[in-house]
């Protein structure tokens, strides 16, 4: 069992950045694939950003070029680093982990999720 904790969200305004982090548990994280996925109210919950075990990065495309995924194996923890955040960004954040080691972009091929992180952004 993984169980993963996120950090990091708060209320900004349009240009700002801000680190989400997500700690996980367990002795095998580094095999696993992690993903940030994002949930607007009244919406469904999109893909973010996905790094497989190898290091491999995925990105939506309304993120590409100001959200960076990473991880560190020896802290047990994935970070998603964003940038010129705009009012749209306005989500909870959730971190999603897979047991296996690929990358994929839809919800239900993560075994493990976080409870939430809350990402405001003001115009």
């Known amino acids: 069992q993984v169980q993963l904790v996120e950090s990091g969200g708060g209320l900004v305004q349009a240009g700002d950045s801000l680190r989400l982090s997500c700690a996980a548990s367990?002795?095998?994280?580094?095999?696993?694939?992690m993903g940030w996925f994002r949930q607007a109210p009244g919406k469904e919950r999109d893909f973010v950003a996905a790094l497989s075990s190898g290091g491999s990065t995925d990105y939506a495309d309304s993120v590409k070029g100001r959200f960076t995924i990473s991880r560190d194996n020896a802290k047990n923890t994935v970070y998603l680093q964003v940038n010129n955040l705009k009012p749209e960004d306005t989500a909870v954040y959730y971190c999603?982990?897979?047991?296996?080691?690929?990358?994929?972009?839809?919800?239900?091929?993560?075994?493990?999720w976080g409870q939430g992180t809350q990402v405001t952004v003001s115009s």
């Open positions: 999603a982990a897979r047991r296996r080691g690929t990358i994929r972009v839809y919800a239900t091929a993560y075994d493990y």
């Open positions: 367990g002795r095998t994280f580094s095999s696993y694939a």
